[in-house]
């Protein structure tokens, strides 16, 4: 079984920042991307940010020049650096793992959610 765990989210005023962190734990052998999405209320789900194994990332254009990703030293973490946040940027975020190989008495890949995160910018 894999589980990602996150934290970080809270209230915050326009303008500052916020740093969000996500684990994945389990007998995971690799993971293709890890990432980062959101959903405001009403709202479809959609992506923040990913990085992939190699490091390559890709933002939203919301957010870019604003938020920023990373992976983390230890495995299977990821980090999203939120600054310059603003009342739009409200919503629960979900840390994501894609392409994840479990290891057992059967390999498998799949993909896992967070169980989410809510990010509150306001006055």
């Known amino acids: 079984q894999v589980q990602l765990v996150e934290s970080g989210g809270g209230l915050v005023q326009p303008g500052g920042s916020l740093r969000l962190s996500c684990a994945a734990s389990?007998?995971?052998?690799?993971?293709?991307?890890m990432g980062w999405y959101r959903q405001a209320p009403g709202k479809q789900r959609e992506l923040v940010a990913v990085?992939?194994?190699?490091?390559?990332?890709n933002y939203a254009d919301s957010v870019k020049g604003r938020l920023s990703i990373s992976r983390g030293n230890a495995e299977n973490t990821v980090y999203l650096q939120m600054n310059s946040l603003k009342p739009e940027d409200t919503a629960v975020y979900y840390c994501?793992?894609?392409?994840?190989?479990?290891?057992?008495?059967?390999?498998?890949?799949?993909?896992?959610w967070g169980q989410g995160t809510q990010v509150t910018v306001s006055s």
């Open positions: 994501s793992a894609e392409g994840v190989v479990v290891g057992g008495i059967r390999v498998s890949v799949s993909d896992y």
């Open positions: 990085i992939s194994s190699g490091g390559s990332t």
């Open positions: 389990g007998s995971i052998l690799s993971v293709n991307r």
